[in-house]
C-alpha cells in the first residue's frame, strides 16, 4: 500500500477502511455524508472554514478541523496521507443568496484548485467534486413546461451567473487533472437536496426549507399568510438527503469518469410543494406573491438515464412523502429559538 492508504481492514466482509476528507463538513450535506462514511469504518477527516459550534453536525469520532481551504497550504495539510477527498465546500445558498453573491461564490474556484493540486501531490486515488444543476444551460430552463436536463445540455456554457459558472469550470478542472495527472475524478451534479439538520433560516436557506420556515411562523404568529416569491408556478426537482449520500458513494466505488445528474426526476411546482407544506402543518395558508423576488431559472428537472446505465440506481424517494421528518427538524428548531 502507498502512504496515501490505509494498512487496516474491517474483518465483516473485509472491506478496506480508507482515510477520507470530508472538505464543507460543516455544512447540510458534508455532515450527513460524514456520518456515512464513519458508519461504512472510515477514518474520516472532516473539514469546514466555520467554528465547529456552527456546524449543522459534528461527528466526534470524525477528525474535526477548523481551516480555510482557499489557503493552498491548509490544502495541503488537510490531504496528507488521505487516500480519498470529498469536496463539498464552497460558498452558496438558495436562490436568495447566490443571485446577489456572484463574487462570493465564484471564489469557491480557489478551494477547488487547491484541494485538486493537494489530492495530487498526496497521492490520493480519488476525488470528488460535488456540481450543481447550475451548470445547465439557462435558456433550456425558460419554461415551466419541464424538459429533463440531461448531462450534454450543460453545453454550449450558459450557466447560472456567478455560482454556476464557478461550477461548470471546477467541473473542468477535475476532467483535466484527470487526463493529465491520473487522479480518478468523480463530478455530481445536485439537484436542490433537502433534509434534515439543512440551513433553515438567514439567508442561505433552500425553497424547501425556507417555506417549511415561513408556514412555522406563520403558524405561531396566527397570520395564516404565506409569502411565496414568484408566482409559484416555477419546477424544481428536490433530492432527498439519503439519496444524495447514497449517489455520492456509489459513483466513489463506480468507474465513472464523466458528470453524472444526482437528482430526483420527480418535478414539481413551487405551489405544490406549498400545498404538501399545508398538510404537514395542518393549515391552509392565504398565499401572498411576491413579483421580482430571485427565482432563478422557470423549470429544472433531472434526467436519470446515464446515472442509472452507469450505477443500476436512480434516486427515488420523493418530497411528496418525504419532506415531513425535514418539517418537524425546522419545527424543533424554531421552537428551541424562538417559543418560550
Known sequence: MTGAEVASWRLEGCIMSKAVVVAGAGGFIGGWLTKRLLEAGHSVRAVDVKPVSDWEQV????????LDLRDRSNCKEVCSGMNEIFNLACDMGGMGFIELNKAACMLSVVIGANLL????????SKFFFASTACVYNVALQSSSDVVPLKEED???????DGYGWEKLFSERLCRHFSEEFGLKTRVARLHNVFGPCCTWEGGREKAPAALCRKAIEAKYSNRRKLEIWGDGNQKRSFTHIDD????????MDADVSEPLNLGSDLVISINELVTVIEGLAGIQFEREYVAG???GVRGRCSDNTKIFQQLNWAPSLS?????GATYEWIHQKYLNKYVR
Request: glycine letters at 6%; aromatic letters at 2%.
Open 59 to 66: 461527528h466526534h469520532s470524525a477528525e474535526n478541523m477548523v
Open 117 to 124: 493540486e493537494a489530492a495530487r501531490l498526496a497521492g490520493a
Open 154 to 160: 450543460a453545453y454550449p456554457a450558459n450557466p447560472e
Open 244 to 251: 444524495c449520500t447514497t449517489g455520492i458513494l456509489k459513483m
Open 293 to 295: 423576488a430571485p427565482l
Open 319 to 323: 418530497i411528496l412523502q418525504n419532506l
